[in-house]
């Protein structure tokens, strides 16, 4: 049977020196099959719901923008699509409850009603967000909230971690939650944190007439989902025990990994990158390190598919054939997932106010990314670059700004966002 998904395992090392312990690195990539759709080819239906902050930093140009953007959204949705409009300030408002859309006008005139003022009750907006998106919810449909904020979180619940529950909590019910951050007033925390537990996009807006185009993006990707409900199980074998996984949450027990992931899209690589422990071995033959399984619901078959691959490696005493072997493109992304997890470690330094120590670990990172990228023979000077640019901006009124950018590449680094 056909699948919409492609599976590919790699190791950074296939060849291995034997008869030592040591680290590997295994890239297991999951790519969406086919030509990426247009609006009258779209693979699946799509269940959305808008959430949208009115409160009164959104008065003027912003709400203005935002009305644009949201239309633009509606011109390209399909009669077979659901569209819910949800608005919220200190209260929630439903201005178009979950429907077909088939009468595009009402919805225009649903999004002319927003209007900005009042404070902000961001968790209460997005629950009311998935109960509406629940009214049609299908595993043959493109489930998702999309949320628009330029503040903060002062009703209701309003830390990262009560955020990240609820992301975690609609995860498991098929509802992907895409943040958008617009301008400098909000919370990125707040918004990274939903995003990511619920495995839905983000993104930082800092000009309000990029919003289009933002938006536009989020629909492209909609349209291009093929897979949801991909659970990614690793198994390692022979006593290869996994350390960790590097950019995304995993659970770990003994010598199996689980990695969840909402939905997959056309002609765009999710992997999972897994840091390997592996034990003295033998020289004679190929050895089995682990095995991958991979299930998923196909939304172009409407079945639910399984793929499944080995990985193996090949143990020698040659030093020379085992550098021989490594595969670059595979440590490329080891290299990049690396310096990630030390520019997020910046980040909480900063925040603890070790400004010094955070700058430190920043230009410690570039120096590692242009040292590996020597040894390898890669071009990775734009890495290095953004490390030595965030060192430079950890104090005065920058810092803000850098702290939401630097979150955002983050998080498209760890989740292989498209845009």
């Known amino acids: 049977m056909l699948s919409s998904v492609m599976l590919e395992v790699a190791l950074a090392t296939p060849v291995m020196l034997a008869n030592q312990t040591q680290t590997a690195y295994l890239k297991v990539s999951l790519t969406g099959a086919g030509a990426p759709p247009s609006p009258e080819k779209i693979i699946a239906p799509l269940n959305l719901a808008l959430v949208i902050d009115k409160s009164g930093s959104m008065r003027g140009q912003k709400i203005q923008y935002a009305k644009a953007a949201l239309k633009q959204i509606v011109n390209g949705l399909q009669p ?175 010598d199996a990994v689980i990695i969840s992931l909402n939905q997959l899209y056309r002609e765009q690589e999710k992997y999972i990158l897994l ?62 997932q690396l310096a990630l997890t030390k520019n997020q470690l910046a980040v909480k330094l900063r925040d603890q106010g070790q400004v010094e120590e955070a700058r430190e670990v920043l230009l410690e990172t570039a120096a590692f990314v242009k040292e590996q990228a020597a040894k390898y023979d890669l071009n990775l000077e734009q890495l290095t670059d953004l490390n030595v640019a965030d060192a430079q901006y950890l104090e005065g009124p920058h810092w803000n700004r850098q702290r939401k950018a630097m979150r955002q590449v983050q998080y498209k680094t760890g989740k292989q966002q498209k845009y």
């Open 80 to 254: 077979a699509d659901v569209l819910a409009l949800i608005n919220y300030d200190h209260h929630v408002e439903v201005l178009f409850p979950a429907t077909p859309v088939i009468d595009k006008t009402a919805i225009y005139s649903a999004i002319q009603r927003l209007t900005a003022g009042g404070n902000s009750a961001l968790y209460s907006g997005v629950e009311r967000g998935a109960k509406e998106v629940r009214n049609f919810l299908s595993q043959d449909r493109v489930n998702r909230i999309i949320l628009l904020s330029d503040g903060l979180a002062n009703i209701g619940p309003d830390t990262p971690a009560e955020l990240g529950q609820l992301g975690t909590e609609l995860g498991r019910e098929r509802i992907a939650v895409t943040t958008i951050g617009l301008g400098l007033g909000y919370h990125e925390d707040l918004l990274t944190q939903l995003a990511s537990h619920s495995d839905g996009n983000h993104a930082f807006v800092e000009k309000i007439d990029e919003l289009t185009t933002i938006f536009n993006h989020e629909l492209n990707d909609l349209w291009s989902v093929v897979a949801q409900t991909v659970t990614v199980n690793i198994v390692g074998v022979n006593n290869v025990k996994p350390l960790r996984v590097l950019g995304r949450a995993a659970t770990i027990e003994h």
């Open 275 to 336: 840091e390997l422990q592996i034990p003295a071995t033998p020289i004679p033959a190929r050895h089995l390190l682990a095995t991958v399984e991979v299930s998923y619901y196909d939304l172009t078959t409407h079945r639910q598919q399984t793929l499944q691959a080995p990985v193996e490696a090949t143990f020698t005493a040659s030093e020379s054939d085992s550098k021989e072997s490594i595969q670059v493109n595979v440590m490329a992304t080891v290299i990049e």
